[in-house]
Protein backbone atom coordinates (compact mmCIF):
# COMPACT_ATOMS: atom_id res chain seq x y z
CA UNK A 1 0.00 0.00 0.00
CA UNK A 2 0.97 3.27 -0.98
CA UNK A 3 0.29 6.77 0.45
CA UNK A 4 -0.07 8.42 -3.25
CA UNK A 5 -2.30 5.61 -4.61
CA UNK A 6 -4.59 4.56 -2.00
CA UNK A 7 -4.48 7.12 1.18
CA UNK A 8 -4.48 10.52 -0.56
CA UNK A 9 -6.89 9.93 -3.31
CA UNK A 10 -9.21 8.16 -0.68
CA UNK A 11 -8.78 11.10 1.87
CA UNK A 12 -9.14 13.49 -1.13
CA UNK A 13 -12.36 11.92 -2.64
CA UNK A 14 -14.12 11.55 0.60
CA UNK A 15 -14.12 15.82 0.38
CA UNK A 16 -15.26 16.07 -3.32
CA UNK A 17 -18.25 14.10 -1.93
CA UNK A 18 -19.29 15.65 0.73
CA UNK A 19 -19.01 19.00 -0.93
CA UNK A 20 -20.79 17.79 -3.50
CA UNK A 21 -23.51 16.16 -1.54
CA UNK A 22 -24.28 19.73 0.07
CA UNK A 23 -24.63 21.15 -2.99
CA UNK A 24 -27.00 18.97 -4.31
CA UNK A 25 -29.15 19.05 -0.88
CA UNK A 26 -29.29 22.91 -1.39
CA UNK A 27 -30.56 22.89 -4.85
CA UNK A 28 -33.22 20.03 -4.53
CA UNK A 29 -34.74 21.31 -1.17
CA UNK A 30 -34.86 25.13 -1.89
CA UNK A 31 -37.39 24.78 -4.80
CA UNK A 32 -39.27 21.93 -2.61
CA UNK A 33 -40.30 24.38 -0.27
CA UNK A 34 -40.86 27.53 -2.29
CA UNK A 35 -43.84 25.30 -4.50
CA UNK A 36 -45.73 24.74 -1.41
CA UNK A 37 -46.55 28.19 -0.69
CA UNK A 38 -46.69 30.14 -4.53
CA UNK A 39 -47.16 29.92 -8.11
CA UNK A 40 -43.97 29.59 -10.62
CA UNK A 41 -44.19 33.57 -11.08
CA UNK A 42 -44.52 34.54 -7.66
CA UNK A 43 -41.88 31.78 -6.84
CA UNK A 44 -39.24 33.46 -9.21
CA UNK A 45 -39.86 36.88 -8.02
CA UNK A 46 -39.50 35.83 -4.43
CA UNK A 47 -36.27 33.75 -5.33
CA UNK A 48 -35.32 37.54 -7.34
CA UNK A 49 -35.94 39.73 -4.63
CA UNK A 50 -34.30 37.03 -1.60
CA UNK A 51 -31.24 37.06 -4.01
CA UNK A 52 -31.34 40.92 -4.52
CA UNK A 53 -31.17 40.85 -0.49
CA UNK A 54 -28.51 38.34 0.46
CA UNK A 55 -30.85 35.76 1.60
CA UNK A 56 -28.67 33.12 3.02
CA UNK A 57 -31.04 30.47 1.40
CA UNK A 58 -29.88 31.61 -1.94
CA UNK A 59 -25.80 31.78 -0.91
CA UNK A 60 -24.31 28.98 -2.99
CA UNK A 61 -22.66 26.97 -0.37
CA UNK A 62 -18.60 28.17 0.09
CA UNK A 63 -16.63 25.88 -0.38
CA UNK A 64 -15.09 23.72 2.75
CA UNK A 65 -12.38 25.26 4.40
CA UNK A 66 -9.52 22.09 4.75
CA UNK A 67 -9.15 20.31 7.84
CA UNK A 68 -6.38 21.64 10.04
CA UNK A 69 -4.39 19.63 12.12
CA UNK A 70 -4.34 22.33 14.84
CA UNK A 71 -1.88 22.83 17.47
CA UNK A 72 -3.92 22.22 19.85
CA UNK A 73 -5.42 18.70 18.79
CA UNK A 74 -1.28 17.87 18.22
CA UNK A 75 -0.74 18.52 21.76
CA UNK A 76 -3.44 16.65 23.06
CA UNK A 77 -2.48 13.56 21.34
CA UNK A 78 1.05 14.32 22.92
CA UNK A 79 0.49 14.61 26.09
CA UNK A 80 -2.02 11.55 25.86
CA UNK A 81 -1.98 9.54 28.96
CA UNK A 82 -0.20 6.19 27.92
CA UNK A 83 -2.58 4.10 29.44
CA UNK A 84 -5.43 6.03 27.40
CA UNK A 85 -6.93 5.33 25.05
CA UNK A 86 -4.64 2.71 23.77
CA UNK A 87 -4.75 0.38 27.03
CA UNK A 88 -5.42 -3.36 26.47
CA UNK A 89 -4.65 -3.41 22.70
CA UNK A 90 -1.42 -3.97 20.99
CA UNK A 91 0.39 -0.76 20.20
CA UNK A 92 1.05 0.94 16.95
CA UNK A 93 3.31 3.56 15.39
CA UNK A 94 0.25 5.72 16.04
CA UNK A 95 0.45 5.72 19.39
CA UNK A 96 1.11 8.65 22.04
CA UNK A 97 3.72 7.49 23.38
CA UNK A 98 5.34 6.31 20.21
CA UNK A 99 5.09 9.75 18.93
CA UNK A 100 6.08 10.82 21.88
CA UNK A 101 9.50 9.38 22.79
CA UNK A 102 9.75 6.03 20.61
CA UNK A 103 10.08 6.76 17.21
CA UNK A 104 11.27 4.38 14.67
CA UNK A 105 14.90 5.92 15.05
CA UNK A 106 14.73 4.49 18.40
CA UNK A 107 15.14 0.46 17.03
CA UNK A 108 18.09 1.40 14.76
CA UNK A 109 20.85 -0.57 14.39
CA UNK A 110 22.74 -2.05 10.99
CA UNK A 111 23.61 -5.20 12.55
CA UNK A 112 19.94 -5.82 13.29
CA UNK A 113 18.45 -4.24 10.82
CA UNK A 114 20.88 -6.77 8.37
CA UNK A 115 19.79 -9.58 10.19
CA UNK A 116 16.21 -8.52 9.24
CA UNK A 117 16.96 -8.33 6.09
CA UNK A 118 18.36 -11.92 5.53
CA UNK A 119 15.56 -12.79 6.82
CA UNK A 120 13.40 -12.92 3.50
CA UNK A 121 15.72 -14.85 2.04
CA UNK A 122 16.56 -17.41 4.97
CA UNK A 123 14.75 -18.56 7.99
CA UNK A 124 15.69 -17.63 11.61
CA UNK A 125 17.29 -20.59 12.39
CA UNK A 126 19.51 -20.66 9.25
CA UNK A 127 20.37 -16.57 10.15
CA UNK A 128 21.86 -17.33 13.55
CA UNK A 129 23.65 -20.47 12.21
CA UNK A 130 25.48 -17.94 9.46
CA UNK A 131 25.77 -15.47 12.10
CA UNK A 132 27.65 -18.12 14.75
CA UNK A 133 29.97 -18.84 11.66
CA UNK A 134 30.61 -15.03 10.97
CA UNK A 135 31.41 -14.05 14.91
CA UNK A 136 33.44 -16.71 15.41
CA UNK A 137 35.81 -15.57 11.79
CA UNK A 138 34.97 -12.08 13.13
CA UNK A 139 36.77 -12.46 16.46
CA UNK A 140 39.79 -14.09 15.15
CA UNK A 141 40.15 -10.72 12.56
CA UNK A 142 37.79 -8.19 12.87
CA UNK A 143 38.95 -6.17 10.70
CA UNK A 144 38.88 -8.20 7.40
CA UNK A 145 36.04 -10.61 8.45
CA UNK A 146 32.76 -11.45 6.04
CA UNK A 147 30.71 -9.77 8.75
CA UNK A 148 32.70 -6.16 8.85
CA UNK A 149 32.13 -6.34 4.84
CA UNK A 150 28.49 -6.78 5.30
CA UNK A 151 27.98 -4.60 8.37
CA UNK A 152 30.82 -2.13 7.81
CA UNK A 153 30.35 -0.25 11.45
CA UNK A 154 30.29 -3.09 13.27
CA UNK A 155 32.61 -3.17 16.30
CA UNK A 156 34.08 -5.87 18.79
CA UNK A 157 32.40 -9.58 20.33
CA UNK A 158 33.98 -9.73 23.50
CA UNK A 159 32.87 -12.66 23.70
CA UNK A 160 32.03 -16.09 22.09
CA UNK A 161 28.21 -16.00 21.14
CA UNK A 162 25.66 -18.93 20.74
CA UNK A 163 23.36 -17.62 18.60
CA UNK A 164 21.81 -21.11 17.24
CA UNK A 165 20.94 -21.66 20.98
CA UNK A 166 19.42 -18.35 22.15
CA UNK A 167 17.48 -18.60 19.33
CA UNK A 168 16.07 -21.72 20.22
CA UNK A 169 15.54 -21.07 23.76
CA UNK A 170 13.46 -17.91 22.75
CA UNK A 171 11.40 -20.47 19.67
CA UNK A 172 10.63 -22.48 22.52
CA UNK A 173 8.52 -20.07 24.12
CA UNK A 174 7.40 -17.67 21.20
CA UNK A 175 7.39 -21.00 18.20
CA UNK A 176 9.08 -18.43 15.94
CA UNK A 177 9.58 -20.90 13.56
CA UNK A 178 5.91 -22.23 13.40
CA UNK A 179 5.38 -18.49 12.20
CA UNK A 180 5.27 -18.68 8.29
CA UNK A 181 3.83 -15.21 7.41
CA UNK A 182 5.38 -12.59 9.77
CA UNK A 183 9.01 -12.67 10.01
CA UNK A 184 11.30 -11.59 13.69
CA UNK A 185 10.89 -8.10 14.31
CA UNK A 186 13.66 -5.83 15.29
CA UNK A 187 12.63 -6.48 18.93
CA UNK A 188 12.91 -10.21 18.68
CA UNK A 189 16.19 -10.39 17.15
CA UNK A 190 17.66 -8.18 20.44
CA UNK A 191 16.34 -10.29 22.47
CA UNK A 192 17.97 -12.93 20.78
CA UNK A 193 21.20 -11.23 20.78
CA UNK A 194 20.61 -10.85 24.52
CA UNK A 195 20.18 -13.98 25.44
CA UNK A 196 22.95 -15.47 23.71
CA UNK A 197 25.06 -12.34 25.74
CA UNK A 198 23.59 -13.06 29.04
CA UNK A 199 24.67 -16.84 28.64
CA UNK A 200 28.03 -15.87 27.71
CA UNK A 201 28.79 -13.11 30.03
CA UNK A 202 27.34 -15.13 33.28
CA UNK A 203 30.41 -17.46 33.89
CA UNK A 204 33.05 -14.77 33.98
CA UNK A 205 31.35 -11.47 34.52
CA UNK A 206 32.92 -9.29 36.89
CA UNK A 207 31.53 -5.94 36.76
CA UNK A 208 27.84 -5.49 36.14
CA UNK A 209 27.40 -1.78 34.71
CA UNK A 210 23.35 -0.35 34.43
CA UNK A 211 22.08 2.74 33.19
CA UNK A 212 19.73 4.41 35.21
CA UNK A 213 16.44 6.04 33.52
CA UNK A 214 14.42 4.22 31.13
CA UNK A 215 16.86 0.59 32.33
CA UNK A 216 16.54 0.80 36.20
CA UNK A 217 13.87 2.82 36.89
CA UNK A 218 11.02 4.79 34.04
CA UNK A 219 12.28 8.17 32.93
CA UNK A 220 12.54 10.43 35.53
CA UNK A 221 11.88 8.10 38.30
CA UNK A 222 13.83 6.66 41.07
CA UNK A 223 14.55 3.50 42.71
CA UNK A 224 11.79 3.52 45.15
CA UNK A 225 11.67 0.83 48.31
CA UNK A 226 9.88 -1.52 46.71
CA UNK A 227 11.39 -2.00 43.57
CA UNK A 228 11.84 -5.35 42.82
CA UNK A 229 15.58 -3.87 41.10
CA UNK A 230 16.71 -3.82 44.58
CA UNK A 231 16.63 -7.37 45.45
CA UNK A 232 18.20 -8.24 42.11
CA UNK A 233 21.00 -5.50 42.25
CA UNK A 234 21.91 -6.80 46.15
CA UNK A 235 21.72 -10.44 44.50
CA UNK A 236 24.05 -9.96 42.29
CA UNK A 237 26.48 -7.89 44.64
CA UNK A 238 26.16 -10.91 46.85
CA UNK A 239 27.12 -13.46 44.17
CA UNK A 240 30.58 -11.26 44.08
CA UNK A 241 29.39 -8.96 40.90
CA UNK A 242 30.42 -5.20 41.24
CA UNK A 243 27.74 -3.30 40.38
CA UNK A 244 27.69 0.27 39.17
CA UNK A 245 25.06 2.78 37.78
CA UNK A 246 26.54 4.60 34.82
CA UNK A 247 24.02 7.50 34.57
CA UNK A 248 23.88 11.37 32.45
CA UNK A 249 22.80 12.63 35.93
CA UNK A 250 25.55 14.83 37.39
CA UNK A 251 25.27 16.53 40.61
CA UNK A 252 28.63 17.89 41.29
CA UNK A 253 29.34 18.24 44.56
CA UNK A 254 25.97 16.80 45.78
CA UNK A 255 26.28 13.32 46.71
CA UNK A 256 22.70 13.41 48.46
CA UNK A 257 20.67 14.06 44.96
CA UNK A 258 22.84 11.13 43.55
CA UNK A 259 21.46 9.39 46.24
CA UNK A 260 18.18 10.56 46.24
CA UNK A 261 17.86 9.07 42.88
CA UNK A 262 18.47 5.71 44.41
CA UNK A 263 17.38 5.66 47.83
CA UNK A 264 15.31 2.57 48.04
CA UNK A 265 18.56 0.71 47.36
CA UNK A 266 21.12 2.52 49.24
CA UNK A 267 18.06 2.05 52.28
CA UNK A 268 18.12 -1.33 51.29
CA UNK A 269 21.67 -1.67 51.99
CA UNK A 270 21.94 -0.29 55.39
CA UNK A 271 18.25 -2.33 56.03
CA UNK A 272 20.02 -5.33 55.25
CA UNK A 273 23.05 -4.60 56.95
CA UNK A 274 25.37 -5.69 54.02
CA UNK A 275 28.91 -6.01 55.33
CA UNK A 276 31.38 -3.24 53.75
CA UNK A 277 33.15 -6.34 52.02
CA UNK A 278 29.50 -6.71 49.70
CA UNK A 279 28.73 -2.47 49.74
CA UNK A 280 32.29 -1.86 48.73
CA UNK A 281 31.13 -3.55 45.54
CA UNK A 282 28.79 -0.46 44.50
CA UNK A 283 29.39 2.13 42.76
CA UNK A 284 27.56 5.30 40.86
CA UNK A 285 29.13 7.32 38.21
CA UNK A 286 27.46 10.43 37.30
CA UNK A 287 27.84 12.87 34.40
CA UNK A 288 28.31 9.67 31.63
CA UNK A 289 32.06 9.67 33.54
CA UNK A 290 33.09 12.73 35.43
CA UNK A 291 31.80 11.55 39.21
CA UNK A 292 32.30 8.59 40.76
CA UNK A 293 30.58 7.81 44.01
CA UNK A 294 30.68 4.48 46.35
CA UNK A 295 29.02 3.63 49.91
CA UNK A 296 31.46 5.09 52.74
CA UNK A 297 31.81 2.88 54.66
CA UNK A 298 31.37 4.49 58.33
CA UNK A 299 28.64 6.36 56.77
CA UNK A 300 26.44 4.29 54.72
CA UNK A 301 25.85 6.86 52.40
CA UNK A 302 27.33 7.76 48.76
CA UNK A 303 30.15 10.00 48.95
CA UNK A 304 32.87 10.81 46.34
CA UNK A 305 35.82 8.94 44.89
CA UNK A 306 38.55 11.56 44.61
CA UNK A 307 39.38 12.26 40.91
CA UNK A 308 43.15 11.05 41.91
CA UNK A 309 41.84 7.45 42.77
CA UNK A 310 40.08 6.68 39.54
CA UNK A 311 40.48 9.15 36.56
CA UNK A 312 42.83 8.41 33.72
CA UNK A 313 45.74 10.47 33.29
CA UNK A 314 43.75 11.39 29.81
CA UNK A 315 40.68 12.62 32.10
CA UNK A 316 42.87 14.61 34.23
CA UNK A 317 44.54 16.47 31.70
CA UNK A 318 41.04 18.32 30.59
CA UNK A 319 41.07 21.65 31.50
CA UNK A 320 38.74 23.79 32.65
CA UNK A 321 39.14 26.33 29.79
CA UNK A 322 38.68 23.68 27.20
CA UNK A 323 35.64 22.28 28.94
CA UNK A 324 33.72 25.39 28.63
CA UNK A 325 35.26 25.98 25.30
CA UNK A 326 33.31 22.90 24.86
CA UNK A 327 29.90 23.43 26.49
CA UNK A 328 29.83 27.14 25.12
CA UNK A 329 29.88 25.51 21.30
CA UNK A 330 27.19 23.12 22.27
CA UNK A 331 25.03 25.27 23.80
CA UNK A 332 25.41 27.57 20.80
CA UNK A 333 24.43 24.44 18.28
CA UNK A 334 21.70 23.55 20.36
CA UNK A 335 20.03 26.77 20.37
CA UNK A 336 20.62 27.27 17.10
CA UNK A 337 19.36 23.86 15.88
CA UNK A 338 16.04 24.40 18.09
CA UNK A 339 15.56 27.60 16.56
CA UNK A 340 15.94 25.65 12.78
CA UNK A 341 13.17 23.08 13.64
CA UNK A 342 11.03 26.24 15.43
CA UNK A 343 11.01 24.20 18.39
CA UNK A 344 10.91 26.30 22.13
CA UNK A 345 13.96 25.38 24.60
CA UNK A 346 14.72 26.00 27.99
CA UNK A 347 19.03 25.66 27.95
CA UNK A 348 20.15 24.17 31.15
CA UNK A 349 23.44 24.59 31.70
CA UNK A 350 26.09 22.42 34.15
CA UNK A 351 29.74 22.11 35.38
CA UNK A 352 30.22 19.23 32.93
CA UNK A 353 27.27 19.44 30.67
CA UNK A 354 24.79 21.77 28.48
CA UNK A 355 21.21 20.49 27.56
CA UNK A 356 17.91 21.97 26.40
CA UNK A 357 14.90 20.81 27.32
CA UNK A 358 11.23 21.76 25.01
CA UNK A 359 8.81 24.04 26.33
CA UNK A 360 5.78 22.45 24.29
CA UNK A 361 5.33 18.69 23.78
CA UNK A 362 7.17 17.61 20.58
CA UNK A 363 8.39 14.42 18.92
CA UNK A 364 11.48 11.77 19.53
CA UNK A 365 12.24 13.11 15.59
CA UNK A 366 12.50 16.42 16.35
CA UNK A 367 15.13 15.65 19.38
CA UNK A 368 16.60 13.47 17.22
CA UNK A 369 17.22 15.97 14.34
CA UNK A 370 18.46 18.70 17.50
CA UNK A 371 20.94 16.07 18.70
CA UNK A 372 22.34 14.89 15.59
CA UNK A 373 22.87 18.41 14.09
CA UNK A 374 24.90 19.28 17.24
CA UNK A 375 27.26 15.64 17.14
CA UNK A 376 28.13 16.92 13.46
CA UNK A 377 28.64 20.76 14.38
CA UNK A 378 31.36 19.36 17.48
CA UNK A 379 33.04 16.82 15.18
CA UNK A 380 36.14 19.02 15.30
CA UNK A 381 36.45 19.22 19.33
CA UNK A 382 38.97 19.07 21.32
CA UNK A 383 37.66 16.86 24.22
CA UNK A 384 35.74 13.57 23.41
CA UNK A 385 31.63 14.65 24.09
CA UNK A 386 28.51 12.99 23.81
CA UNK A 387 25.53 14.87 22.40
CA UNK A 388 22.56 12.36 23.06
CA UNK A 389 18.89 12.35 22.71
CA UNK A 390 17.64 12.00 26.70
CA UNK A 391 14.01 11.54 25.02
CA UNK A 392 12.42 14.50 26.70
CA UNK A 393 15.69 17.01 26.38
CA UNK A 394 18.83 16.67 24.40
CA UNK A 395 22.34 17.10 26.21
CA UNK A 396 25.83 17.71 25.62
CA UNK A 397 28.09 15.80 28.26
CA UNK A 398 31.52 16.07 28.29
CA UNK A 399 33.35 13.06 28.05
CA UNK A 400 31.33 9.65 27.37
CA UNK A 401 30.31 6.02 29.25
CA UNK A 402 33.30 3.94 27.90
CA UNK A 403 36.02 6.71 29.15
CA UNK A 404 34.36 6.54 32.28
CA UNK A 405 33.62 2.81 32.16
CA UNK A 406 37.01 1.95 30.89
CA UNK A 407 37.91 4.33 34.21
CA UNK A 408 36.35 2.09 36.58
CA UNK A 409 37.15 -1.23 34.57
CA UNK A 410 40.92 -0.16 35.27
CA UNK A 411 40.54 0.95 39.03
CA UNK A 412 38.74 -2.18 39.32
CA UNK A 413 41.24 -4.44 37.65
CA UNK A 414 38.57 -6.12 34.96
CA UNK A 415 39.06 -6.73 31.33
CA UNK A 416 36.21 -6.02 28.44
CA UNK A 417 34.71 -10.01 28.56
CA UNK A 418 34.46 -10.18 32.18
CA UNK A 419 32.13 -6.36 31.71
CA UNK A 420 28.51 -6.32 30.86
CA UNK A 421 26.75 -3.15 30.23
CA UNK A 422 22.85 -3.21 30.83
CA UNK A 423 21.10 0.28 28.96
CA UNK A 424 18.49 1.38 26.94
CA UNK A 425 19.78 3.73 24.38
CA UNK A 426 22.14 2.60 21.87
CA UNK A 427 20.96 4.37 18.76
CA UNK A 428 23.13 6.67 17.06
CA UNK A 429 21.89 9.39 19.38
CA UNK A 430 22.01 7.24 22.84
CA UNK A 431 24.16 7.94 25.54
CA UNK A 432 24.76 3.90 26.30
CA UNK A 433 25.99 3.67 22.66
CA UNK A 434 29.84 4.58 23.37
CA UNK A 435 30.01 1.28 26.16
CA UNK A 436 30.26 -0.76 23.13
CA UNK A 437 33.70 -0.14 22.45
CA UNK A 438 34.36 -0.96 25.76
CA UNK A 439 32.33 -4.01 26.53
CA UNK A 440 29.61 -6.36 26.02
CA UNK A 441 25.86 -4.86 25.99
CA UNK A 442 22.64 -5.86 26.97
CA UNK A 443 19.84 -3.51 25.03
CA UNK A 444 16.65 -3.28 26.90
CA UNK A 445 13.83 -1.15 26.31
CA UNK A 446 12.38 -0.52 29.63
CA UNK A 447 12.98 -1.48 33.42
CA UNK A 448 10.96 -4.78 33.31
CA UNK A 449 13.44 -6.34 30.42
CA UNK A 450 15.97 -5.71 32.82
CA UNK A 451 14.84 -7.58 35.39
CA UNK A 452 14.07 -10.47 33.16
CA UNK A 453 17.66 -10.21 31.71
CA UNK A 454 19.12 -9.73 35.48
CA UNK A 455 17.04 -13.05 36.57
CA UNK A 456 18.32 -14.74 33.63
CA UNK A 457 22.04 -13.94 34.36
CA UNK A 458 21.39 -15.07 38.08
CA UNK A 459 20.42 -18.19 37.37
CA UNK A 460 23.22 -18.67 34.96
CA UNK A 461 25.53 -17.45 37.90
CA UNK A 462 24.27 -20.03 40.14
CA UNK A 463 24.10 -22.81 37.50
CA UNK A 464 27.96 -22.17 36.84
CA UNK A 465 28.58 -21.77 40.33
CA UNK A 466 27.51 -25.52 41.47
CA UNK A 467 28.83 -26.93 38.24
CA UNK A 468 32.32 -25.64 37.77
CA UNK A 469 33.15 -25.21 34.40
CA UNK A 470 36.83 -27.08 33.82
CA UNK A 471 38.55 -26.71 30.88
MG1 LIG B 1 18.56 5.49 29.56
Given at each position: ?308 AWKSPLMMSWSEEAISGLLDSAQLA???AAGKLCLPVEVIRKPRAVGVVPKQA ?17 VDSPLPFCAFNGGQDVFVDIGNKSI ?68
Amino acid sequence: MSFGSITAPTSAGSWVATGQGLCKRARILQPRAVAVHASSAQQATAIQQRQSAGSPEQHQPSKPAPLQSSPELWHELLGADEDEPFNARARSASDAAVLRRKGHLKEQDFLIEFLLRMHETHTCQEVFQKLDKWIVEHRQDGSRSRLKRMVPTLGCFFTPLRLVEAFQEYDRFFALSRRTYVPPNFAELRHILNIAQVHASAQSLKLCAFDADGTLYADGHHIEHDNQMVSLIVSLMRSGVYVAIVTAAGYPGEADRFEQRIEGLVNAFRRLRLPQVITDRFFVMGGECNYLLRIDASTKQLAFVPDQAWKSPLMMSWSEEAISGLLDSAQLALKQAAGKLCLPVEVIRKPRAVGVVPKQATVYEVLEEVALTVQHQLVDSPLPFCAFNGGQDVFVDIGNKSIGLEALMKHLDVSPPQVLHVGDRFTISGNDKATRDCCCIVWVANPEETGFFIKLLLNDIRAHRAQPYIE
